[in-house]
Protein backbone atom coordinates (compact mmCIF):
# COMPACT_ATOMS: atom_id res chain seq x y z
CA UNK A 1 0.00 0.00 0.00
CA UNK A 2 1.31 3.24 -0.50
CA UNK A 3 1.90 5.61 1.87
CA UNK A 4 0.57 9.21 1.76
CA UNK A 5 2.01 11.99 3.31
CA UNK A 6 0.06 13.09 6.90
CA UNK A 7 0.13 16.92 5.16
CA UNK A 8 -0.86 15.94 1.79
CA UNK A 9 -4.61 17.45 0.81
CA UNK A 10 -5.99 16.07 -2.94
CA UNK A 11 -8.44 18.27 -4.81
CA UNK A 12 -10.72 16.58 -7.17
CA UNK A 13 -12.27 18.64 -9.50
CA UNK A 14 -15.61 17.00 -11.05
CA UNK A 15 -16.01 17.89 -14.83
CA UNK A 16 -20.12 17.79 -14.15
CA UNK A 17 -22.07 17.83 -11.18
CA UNK A 18 -24.01 14.42 -11.97
CA UNK A 19 -20.70 12.35 -13.09
CA UNK A 20 -21.04 9.37 -10.66
CA UNK A 21 -19.17 7.55 -12.89
CA UNK A 22 -15.61 10.09 -12.60
CA UNK A 23 -16.23 10.27 -9.05
CA UNK A 24 -16.02 6.14 -8.78
CA UNK A 25 -13.29 6.13 -10.50
CA UNK A 26 -11.27 9.13 -8.51
CA UNK A 27 -12.25 7.33 -5.35
CA UNK A 28 -11.49 3.80 -5.83
CA UNK A 29 -8.08 5.38 -7.07
CA UNK A 30 -7.47 7.18 -3.63
CA UNK A 31 -8.71 4.40 -1.17
CA UNK A 32 -5.54 1.95 -3.17
CA UNK A 33 -3.73 4.75 -2.35
CA UNK A 34 -4.97 4.66 1.47
CA UNK A 35 -5.40 8.77 1.25
CA UNK A 36 -8.30 9.38 4.41
CA UNK A 37 -11.67 11.10 3.89
CA UNK A 38 -10.04 13.95 5.38
CA UNK A 39 -7.52 14.86 2.94
CA UNK A 40 -9.62 15.15 -0.09
CA UNK A 41 -11.43 17.93 -1.43
CA UNK A 42 -14.22 17.30 -3.94
CA UNK A 43 -15.50 20.60 -5.82
CA UNK A 44 -18.24 20.69 -8.92
CA UNK A 45 -17.73 22.78 -11.64
CA UNK A 46 -17.21 26.39 -10.75
CA UNK A 47 -18.87 25.74 -7.34
CA UNK A 48 -22.70 26.15 -8.69
CA UNK A 49 -23.61 23.48 -9.89
CA UNK A 50 -23.82 23.74 -13.88
CA UNK A 51 -24.98 20.62 -15.25
CA UNK A 52 -23.08 21.57 -18.51
CA UNK A 53 -19.24 22.59 -17.01
CA UNK A 54 -16.36 22.08 -19.29
CA UNK A 55 -14.68 18.76 -18.75
CA UNK A 56 -11.21 17.59 -18.21
CA UNK A 57 -9.24 17.42 -14.98
CA UNK A 58 -7.96 20.58 -13.52
CA UNK A 59 -4.71 21.83 -12.67
CA UNK A 60 -5.51 20.50 -8.77
CA UNK A 61 -6.41 17.04 -10.08
CA UNK A 62 -3.29 16.28 -11.78
CA UNK A 63 -1.49 16.01 -8.29
CA UNK A 64 -3.92 12.91 -7.48
CA UNK A 65 -1.85 10.13 -6.64
CA UNK A 66 -1.50 6.98 -8.77
CA UNK A 67 -2.20 3.50 -7.23
CA UNK A 68 0.45 0.32 -7.12
CA UNK A 69 -0.13 -1.97 -9.28
CA UNK A 70 -0.37 -4.15 -5.96
CA UNK A 71 -3.14 -2.42 -4.77
CA UNK A 72 -6.16 -3.98 -3.08
CA UNK A 73 -9.15 -4.25 -4.08
CA UNK A 74 -11.58 -1.68 -3.27
CA UNK A 75 -14.88 -3.23 -1.65
CA UNK A 76 -18.55 -1.74 -1.89
CA UNK A 77 -21.28 -3.33 -0.95
CA UNK A 78 -24.67 -3.74 -3.40
CA UNK A 79 -26.86 -1.41 -1.12
CA UNK A 80 -24.29 1.41 -1.02
CA UNK A 81 -23.66 2.03 -5.17
CA UNK A 82 -27.50 1.94 -5.48
CA UNK A 83 -28.04 4.68 -2.59
CA UNK A 84 -24.74 6.60 -3.76
CA UNK A 85 -25.68 6.97 -7.66
CA UNK A 86 -28.94 8.40 -6.42
CA UNK A 87 -26.87 10.77 -3.89
CA UNK A 88 -24.44 11.87 -6.16
CA UNK A 89 -27.38 13.74 -7.94
CA UNK A 90 -28.19 15.41 -5.32
CA UNK A 91 -27.63 19.26 -4.90
CA UNK A 92 -25.40 19.15 -1.61
CA UNK A 93 -21.85 20.62 -1.98
CA UNK A 94 -20.98 17.79 0.43
CA UNK A 95 -22.32 14.74 -1.03
CA UNK A 96 -19.57 13.20 -2.75
CA UNK A 97 -17.37 14.06 0.63
CA UNK A 98 -19.70 11.72 2.35
CA UNK A 99 -20.14 8.97 -0.23
CA UNK A 100 -15.95 8.97 -0.01
CA UNK A 101 -16.45 8.72 3.81
CA UNK A 102 -18.67 5.76 3.64
CA UNK A 103 -16.79 3.99 1.01
CA UNK A 104 -13.44 4.62 3.17
CA UNK A 105 -15.51 2.81 6.03
CA UNK A 106 -16.84 0.00 3.90
CA UNK A 107 -12.60 -0.97 3.64
CA UNK A 108 -12.58 -2.18 7.29
CA UNK A 109 -16.50 -2.49 7.83
CA UNK A 110 -18.02 -4.35 4.60
CA UNK A 111 -21.28 -4.09 6.78
CA UNK A 112 -21.22 -0.66 7.66
CA UNK A 113 -24.66 0.16 5.23
CA UNK A 114 -26.87 -1.76 7.89
CA UNK A 115 -26.78 0.27 10.25
CA UNK A 116 -29.60 2.00 10.32
CA UNK A 117 -28.50 4.04 13.15
CA UNK A 118 -25.92 5.42 11.42
CA UNK A 119 -25.26 9.10 10.85
CA UNK A 120 -23.26 8.80 7.50
CA UNK A 121 -26.22 6.10 6.52
CA UNK A 122 -29.33 8.19 7.46
CA UNK A 123 -27.56 10.99 5.48
CA UNK A 124 -27.26 8.99 2.22
CA UNK A 125 -30.46 7.61 2.39
CA UNK A 126 -31.60 11.34 2.81
CA UNK A 127 -29.94 12.19 0.37
CA UNK A 128 -31.18 9.26 -2.59
CA UNK A 129 -35.10 9.74 -1.00
CA UNK A 130 -35.07 13.64 -1.93
CA UNK A 131 -33.56 12.82 -5.45
CA UNK A 132 -35.88 10.04 -6.29
CA UNK A 133 -38.91 12.38 -4.98
CA UNK A 134 -37.60 15.25 -7.10
CA UNK A 135 -37.54 12.75 -9.98
CA UNK A 136 -41.26 11.36 -9.84
CA UNK A 137 -41.96 15.23 -9.53
CA UNK A 138 -39.88 15.61 -12.82
CA UNK A 139 -42.19 12.91 -14.06
CA UNK A 140 -45.63 14.12 -13.11
CA UNK A 141 -44.86 17.60 -13.26
CA UNK A 142 -43.69 18.12 -16.52
CA UNK A 143 -46.30 19.93 -18.96
CA UNK A 144 -45.36 20.02 -22.51
CA UNK A 145 -46.41 22.88 -25.06
CA UNK A 146 -46.70 23.01 -28.42
CA UNK A 147 -44.40 25.51 -30.61
CA UNK A 148 -44.29 25.63 -34.25
CA UNK A 149 -40.82 24.58 -35.40
CA UNK A 150 -39.24 25.22 -38.53
CA UNK A 151 -41.40 23.94 -41.57
CA UNK A 152 -44.15 23.71 -39.57
CA UNK A 153 -43.58 21.24 -37.37
CA UNK A 154 -45.08 20.75 -34.14
CA UNK A 155 -42.21 20.94 -30.98
CA UNK A 156 -43.32 20.70 -27.91
CA UNK A 157 -41.34 22.52 -25.07
CA UNK A 158 -41.86 21.81 -20.95
CA UNK A 159 -40.34 24.38 -18.20
CA UNK A 160 -38.98 22.45 -15.52
CA UNK A 161 -37.27 23.69 -11.84
CA UNK A 162 -35.74 20.58 -10.20
CA UNK A 163 -33.97 21.04 -7.22
CA UNK A 164 -31.39 18.48 -7.39
CA UNK A 165 -28.66 17.36 -10.79
CA UNK A 166 -31.39 15.16 -12.45
CA UNK A 167 -32.09 16.06 -15.72
CA UNK A 168 -29.77 14.34 -17.39
CA UNK A 169 -30.63 11.35 -15.85
CA UNK A 170 -34.00 11.36 -16.37
CA UNK A 171 -33.60 11.84 -19.68
CA UNK A 172 -34.50 8.40 -21.07
CA UNK A 173 -37.63 8.32 -19.34
CA UNK A 174 -38.58 11.04 -21.24
CA UNK A 175 -37.17 9.78 -24.30
CA UNK A 176 -38.96 6.49 -23.74
CA UNK A 177 -41.97 8.04 -23.34
CA UNK A 178 -42.60 10.60 -25.79
CA UNK A 179 -40.76 8.96 -28.63
CA UNK A 180 -42.64 9.45 -31.80
CA UNK A 181 -42.48 13.79 -30.93
CA UNK A 182 -39.90 16.35 -30.75
CA UNK A 183 -39.39 18.11 -27.68
CA UNK A 184 -37.62 19.68 -25.63
CA UNK A 185 -36.95 20.41 -21.63
CA UNK A 186 -35.77 23.45 -20.08
CA UNK A 187 -34.30 24.00 -16.76
CA UNK A 188 -32.03 26.32 -14.93
CA UNK A 189 -29.60 23.49 -14.84
CA UNK A 190 -29.70 22.72 -18.55
CA UNK A 191 -31.62 21.29 -20.88
CA UNK A 192 -32.55 18.30 -23.18
CA UNK A 193 -33.93 17.76 -26.65
CA UNK A 194 -35.12 14.88 -28.61
CA UNK A 195 -35.91 15.05 -32.05
CA UNK A 196 -36.54 11.20 -32.85
CA UNK A 197 -33.68 9.85 -33.24
CA UNK A 198 -30.66 11.66 -31.44
CA UNK A 199 -30.66 13.56 -27.47
CA UNK A 200 -29.06 16.64 -27.14
CA UNK A 201 -27.90 18.80 -24.35
CA UNK A 202 -27.62 22.49 -23.96
CA UNK A 203 -26.80 24.88 -21.22
CA UNK A 204 -29.65 26.60 -18.77
CA UNK A 205 -32.38 28.32 -19.68
CA UNK A 206 -34.50 30.59 -18.30
CA UNK A 207 -38.25 30.99 -17.52
CA UNK A 208 -39.01 32.84 -20.47
CA UNK A 209 -37.47 30.82 -22.88
CA UNK A 210 -40.50 28.15 -22.60
CA UNK A 211 -43.71 29.11 -24.04
CA UNK A 212 -46.62 30.29 -21.92
CA UNK A 213 -49.89 28.05 -23.23
CA UNK A 214 -51.38 26.50 -26.27
CA UNK A 215 -54.86 25.40 -27.09
CA UNK A 216 -54.77 22.04 -25.59
CA UNK A 217 -54.30 23.30 -22.28
CA UNK A 218 -58.02 23.83 -22.15
CA UNK A 219 -58.92 20.23 -23.04
CA UNK A 220 -56.34 19.30 -20.52
CA UNK A 221 -57.81 21.26 -17.83
CA UNK A 222 -61.88 19.86 -18.52
CA UNK A 223 -60.26 16.10 -18.19
CA UNK A 224 -58.71 17.04 -15.29
CA UNK A 225 -61.50 18.29 -13.51
CA UNK A 226 -63.35 15.56 -14.59
CA UNK A 227 -61.40 12.91 -12.74
CA UNK A 228 -60.87 15.11 -9.80
CA UNK A 229 -62.08 13.08 -6.75
CA UNK A 230 -63.21 14.98 -3.70
CA UNK A 231 -64.08 12.00 -1.94
CA UNK A 232 -60.34 11.28 -1.60
CA UNK A 233 -59.20 14.79 -1.10
CA UNK A 234 -57.04 15.38 1.71
CA UNK A 235 -55.59 18.89 0.86
CA UNK A 236 -52.31 18.96 3.06
CA UNK A 237 -51.61 15.52 1.51
CA UNK A 238 -52.19 17.17 -2.14
CA UNK A 239 -49.75 19.93 -1.31
CA UNK A 240 -47.34 17.61 -0.46
CA UNK A 241 -47.68 15.87 -3.24
CA UNK A 242 -47.54 18.57 -5.11
CA UNK A 243 -46.35 21.45 -3.72
CA UNK A 244 -47.16 25.21 -4.67
CA UNK A 245 -43.90 25.64 -6.60
CA UNK A 246 -45.22 23.89 -9.14
CA UNK A 247 -48.67 25.29 -9.35
CA UNK A 248 -47.00 28.08 -11.59
CA UNK A 249 -46.53 25.26 -14.31
CA UNK A 250 -49.28 23.10 -14.75
CA UNK A 251 -52.17 24.90 -16.51
CA UNK A 252 -54.69 22.53 -14.26
CA UNK A 253 -53.63 24.63 -11.11
CA UNK A 254 -55.71 27.11 -11.57
CA UNK A 255 -58.80 25.00 -11.21
CA UNK A 256 -57.69 23.48 -7.92
CA UNK A 257 -58.72 26.28 -5.71
CA UNK A 258 -62.21 25.87 -6.70
CA UNK A 259 -62.16 22.32 -7.27
CA UNK A 260 -61.26 22.26 -3.11
CA UNK A 261 -64.05 24.90 -2.67
CA UNK A 262 -66.80 22.74 -3.98
CA UNK A 263 -65.30 19.35 -3.03
CA UNK A 264 -67.80 18.85 -0.20
CA UNK A 265 -70.58 19.44 -2.15
CA UNK A 266 -69.67 16.38 -4.77
CA UNK A 267 -68.45 14.27 -2.07
CA UNK A 268 -72.02 14.28 -0.58
CA UNK A 269 -73.09 13.81 -3.88
CA UNK A 270 -71.03 10.48 -4.30
CA UNK A 271 -72.43 9.17 -0.75
CA UNK A 272 -75.24 9.29 -2.40
CA UNK A 273 -74.33 7.06 -5.05
CA UNK A 274 -72.33 4.62 -3.34
CA UNK A 275 -68.92 6.50 -3.47
CA UNK A 276 -69.33 6.86 -7.19
CA UNK A 277 -68.85 10.24 -8.98
CA UNK A 278 -71.79 9.78 -11.80
CA UNK A 279 -71.16 13.15 -13.08
CA UNK A 280 -73.82 15.95 -13.18
CA UNK A 281 -77.47 14.98 -13.07
CA UNK A 282 -79.54 14.61 -16.38
CA UNK A 283 -82.09 17.43 -16.88
CA UNK A 284 -84.55 15.43 -18.64
CA UNK A 285 -86.19 11.97 -18.06
CA UNK A 286 -85.02 11.39 -22.04
CA UNK A 287 -81.64 12.16 -21.11
CA UNK A 288 -81.68 9.59 -18.27
CA UNK A 289 -82.40 6.95 -19.69
CA UNK A 290 -79.91 7.35 -21.83
CA UNK A 291 -77.40 7.83 -19.08
CA UNK A 292 -78.74 4.86 -17.83
CA UNK A 293 -78.18 2.73 -21.02
CA UNK A 294 -74.41 3.66 -20.73
CA UNK A 295 -74.15 2.92 -17.30
CA UNK A 296 -71.46 0.90 -15.72
CA UNK A 297 -71.03 1.87 -12.35
CA UNK A 298 -71.63 -1.26 -10.75
CA UNK A 299 -71.40 -5.19 -11.83
CA UNK A 300 -75.35 -5.85 -13.05
CA UNK A 301 -74.33 -2.81 -15.71
CA UNK A 302 -71.92 -5.67 -17.25
CA UNK A 303 -74.41 -8.59 -17.32
CA UNK A 304 -76.42 -9.05 -20.77
CA UNK A 305 -79.01 -7.00 -20.10
CA UNK A 306 -80.40 -3.67 -20.85
CA UNK A 307 -81.15 -0.75 -19.04
CA UNK A 308 -85.03 -0.45 -18.21
CA UNK A 309 -86.30 3.16 -17.50
CA UNK A 310 -89.24 4.37 -15.40
CA UNK A 311 -92.81 5.09 -17.29
CA UNK A 312 -95.49 7.55 -16.81
CA UNK A 313 -96.62 11.05 -17.04
CA UNK A 314 -93.73 13.86 -16.48
CA UNK A 315 -95.83 15.72 -13.76
CA UNK A 316 -97.56 12.25 -11.88
CA UNK A 317 -98.71 13.06 -8.17
CA UNK A 318 -97.63 9.06 -7.43
CA UNK A 319 -93.92 7.55 -7.92
CA UNK A 320 -94.22 3.50 -8.02
CA UNK A 321 -90.80 2.00 -7.16
CA UNK A 322 -89.85 -1.18 -7.32
CA UNK A 323 -86.74 -3.55 -6.64
CA UNK A 324 -85.51 -3.95 -9.90
CA UNK A 325 -86.57 -5.31 -13.44
CA UNK A 326 -87.08 -9.12 -13.85
CA UNK A 327 -87.13 -11.10 -16.87
CA UNK A 328 -89.66 -9.66 -18.69
CA UNK A 329 -89.09 -6.55 -18.06
CA UNK A 330 -85.57 -6.64 -19.73
CA UNK A 331 -86.80 -8.42 -22.99
CA UNK A 332 -89.44 -5.85 -22.90
CA UNK A 333 -87.43 -2.87 -21.71
CA UNK A 334 -90.63 -1.72 -19.53
CA UNK A 335 -91.21 -2.14 -15.74
CA UNK A 336 -94.02 -4.49 -14.29
CA UNK A 337 -94.57 -6.57 -17.00
CA UNK A 338 -93.99 -9.69 -15.92
CA UNK A 339 -96.53 -12.07 -13.15
CA UNK A 340 -95.72 -9.15 -10.60
CA UNK A 341 -96.45 -6.79 -12.55
CA UNK A 342 -99.76 -7.89 -13.56
CA UNK A 343 -100.45 -8.71 -9.95
CA UNK A 344 -99.59 -4.88 -9.00
CA UNK A 345 -102.05 -3.85 -11.58
CA UNK A 346 -104.74 -5.55 -10.19
CA UNK A 347 -104.37 -4.59 -6.86
CA UNK A 348 -104.35 -1.11 -8.31
CA UNK A 349 -107.38 -1.22 -9.76
CA UNK A 350 -109.04 -2.74 -6.73
CA UNK A 351 -107.50 0.34 -4.52
CA UNK A 352 -108.99 2.66 -7.16
CA UNK A 353 -105.49 3.93 -8.72
CA UNK A 354 -105.01 4.07 -12.19
CA UNK A 355 -101.44 2.88 -13.34
CA UNK A 356 -101.87 5.04 -15.88
CA UNK A 357 -101.19 8.15 -14.31
CA UNK A 358 -98.28 6.92 -11.82
CA UNK A 359 -95.01 7.10 -12.94
CA UNK A 360 -93.65 3.73 -12.28
CA UNK A 361 -90.19 2.99 -12.12
CA UNK A 362 -87.34 0.61 -9.95
CA UNK A 363 -84.72 1.16 -7.61
CA UNK A 364 -82.36 -0.67 -9.47
CA UNK A 365 -82.18 -0.14 -13.24
CA UNK A 366 -80.52 -3.17 -14.47
CA UNK A 367 -81.38 -6.95 -14.59
CA UNK A 368 -79.56 -9.02 -12.09
CA UNK A 369 -79.89 -12.57 -12.67
CA UNK A 370 -77.32 -15.94 -12.98
CA UNK A 371 -77.27 -18.35 -15.66
CA UNK A 372 -79.24 -21.61 -15.70
CA UNK A 373 -79.16 -23.15 -18.98
CA UNK A 374 -81.33 -21.01 -21.11
CA UNK A 375 -82.85 -19.93 -17.66
CA UNK A 376 -81.67 -16.38 -16.60
CA UNK A 377 -82.20 -16.84 -12.54
CA UNK A 378 -83.49 -13.53 -10.48
CA UNK A 379 -80.69 -12.46 -7.85
CA UNK A 380 -81.59 -9.40 -5.38
CA UNK A 381 -79.17 -6.37 -5.59
CA UNK A 382 -76.95 -5.65 -3.36
CA UNK A 383 -77.20 -2.86 -0.65
CA UNK A 384 -74.22 -1.13 -2.24
CA UNK A 385 -75.53 -2.14 -5.98
CA UNK A 386 -78.84 -0.12 -5.20
CA UNK A 387 -77.09 2.78 -3.35
CA UNK A 388 -74.74 3.26 -6.58
CA UNK A 389 -78.63 3.33 -8.86
CA UNK A 390 -79.84 5.46 -6.26
CA UNK A 391 -78.23 8.75 -8.30
CA UNK A 392 -81.07 7.80 -11.30
CA UNK A 393 -83.79 7.21 -8.65
CA UNK A 394 -83.23 10.49 -7.64
CA UNK A 395 -82.89 11.98 -10.90
CA UNK A 396 -85.94 10.57 -11.70
CA UNK A 397 -88.04 11.78 -8.91
CA UNK A 398 -86.28 15.48 -8.65
CA UNK A 399 -87.94 15.72 -12.62
CA UNK A 400 -91.49 13.69 -11.86
CA UNK A 401 -91.46 15.95 -8.45
CA UNK A 402 -94.13 13.36 -7.09
CA UNK A 403 -96.40 13.99 -4.61
CA UNK A 404 -96.57 10.40 -2.87
CA UNK A 405 -94.05 7.76 -3.02
CA UNK A 406 -94.66 4.24 -2.92
CA UNK A 407 -91.98 2.05 -2.39
CA UNK A 408 -92.38 -1.98 -2.91
CA UNK A 409 -90.07 -3.65 -0.93
CA UNK A 410 -87.06 -3.14 1.01
CA UNK A 411 -84.79 -2.30 -1.43
CA UNK A 412 -86.85 -0.05 -3.39
CA UNK A 413 -87.33 1.62 0.07
CA UNK A 414 -83.60 1.60 0.71
CA UNK A 415 -83.41 3.00 -2.81
CA UNK A 416 -85.32 6.15 -1.29
CA UNK A 417 -83.87 6.46 2.17
CA UNK A 418 -80.56 5.42 1.31
CA UNK A 419 -81.14 3.19 4.73
CA UNK A 420 -82.15 -0.45 5.05
CA UNK A 421 -86.02 -0.66 6.87
CA UNK A 422 -88.31 -3.08 8.02
CA UNK A 423 -90.98 -3.19 6.61
CA UNK A 424 -93.62 -4.40 9.02
CA UNK A 425 -92.40 -1.65 11.40
CA UNK A 426 -92.87 0.91 8.26
CA UNK A 427 -95.86 0.43 6.22
CA UNK A 428 -98.88 2.24 6.86
CA UNK A 429 -97.39 5.31 7.88
CA UNK A 430 -95.81 7.76 5.83
CA UNK A 431 -92.53 9.26 6.38
CA UNK A 432 -91.82 12.28 5.14
CA UNK A 433 -88.29 12.90 2.26
CA UNK A 434 -86.61 16.09 1.81
CA UNK A 435 -88.31 17.96 -1.03
CA UNK A 436 -91.71 17.40 0.54
CA UNK A 437 -92.91 14.03 -0.72
CA UNK A 438 -94.38 11.49 1.64
CA UNK A 439 -93.41 7.92 1.30
CA UNK A 440 -95.02 4.99 1.91
CA UNK A 441 -93.57 1.59 2.13
CA UNK A 442 -95.31 -1.85 1.86
CA UNK A 443 -94.05 -5.06 0.29
CA UNK A 444 -93.50 -6.31 -3.57
CA UNK A 445 -96.15 -8.45 -5.55
CA UNK A 446 -93.16 -10.97 -5.82
CA UNK A 447 -93.23 -11.22 -2.35
CA UNK A 448 -96.85 -12.66 -2.46
CA UNK A 449 -96.72 -14.69 -5.57
CA UNK A 450 -94.09 -16.77 -3.65
CA UNK A 451 -96.91 -17.65 -0.45
CA UNK A 452 -99.97 -19.53 -0.60
CA UNK A 453 -102.71 -20.41 2.01
CA UNK A 454 -103.05 -18.52 4.68
CA UNK A 455 -100.12 -16.51 4.70
CA UNK A 456 -100.94 -15.45 1.42
CA UNK A 457 -104.29 -14.10 2.47
CA UNK A 458 -103.21 -12.10 5.23
CA UNK A 459 -100.53 -10.83 3.33
CA UNK A 460 -102.24 -10.28 0.80
CA UNK A 461 -104.69 -7.68 2.79
CA UNK A 462 -102.08 -5.99 4.31
CA UNK A 463 -100.94 -4.88 0.77
CA UNK A 464 -104.13 -4.23 0.05
CA UNK A 465 -104.51 -2.06 3.09
CA UNK A 466 -101.49 -0.32 2.28
CA UNK A 467 -102.71 0.81 -1.48
CA UNK A 468 -105.81 2.33 0.23
CA UNK A 469 -104.13 3.55 2.34
CA UNK A 470 -102.28 5.78 -0.29
CA UNK A 471 -104.95 6.40 -2.54
CA UNK A 472 -106.39 7.84 0.15
CA UNK A 473 -103.62 10.00 1.03
CA UNK A 474 -103.60 11.29 -2.93
CA UNK A 475 -107.49 12.32 -2.18
CA UNK A 476 -106.63 14.35 0.75
CA UNK A 477 -103.50 16.06 -1.10
CA UNK A 478 -106.00 16.32 -4.05
CA UNK A 479 -104.06 14.71 -6.51
Known amino acids: MQNVSLGAHYVVNLPEPDDFAFWRERARGLIQCDVPPDRVSWVEPGGTGDLFASEGPSRGERRLPVPPEDAREVRA ?4 LQLARKAALHSDPARFGLLYRMLWRLQSNPRAMEDKADADVRRIEELDKAVRRDAH ?23 FEPDHHIVRAEAGFFMRRFANMNWSILTPRGCIHWDGETMRESGPARRGDAPGGDPVEELWRSYYASIFNPARLKVGAMLSEMPRKYWKNLPEAALIPDLIAGAQAREAQMVETGGKDMGDKPETLDAVGEAIARCRACPIGELENRAVMGEGPRT ?33 ERAG ?9 NAV ?13 HQSPAAKEIDTCRWWLEAERDLVKPRVILALGASAARGLLGRTVSISKVRGEPMPLEGGA ?42
Open 316 to 348: APLMIVGEQPGDQEDVKGRPFVGPAGQLLDEYL
Open 353 to 361: IDRGEAYVT
Open 438 to 479: ELWVTAHPSYLLRLDGDAREKQAALFAADLAAVKERLAELGA
Open 365 to 377: KHFKYVPRGKRRL
Open 137 to 159: KMHAFVRFRVVEAEGGAEHYVAW
Open 77 to 80: SKRF
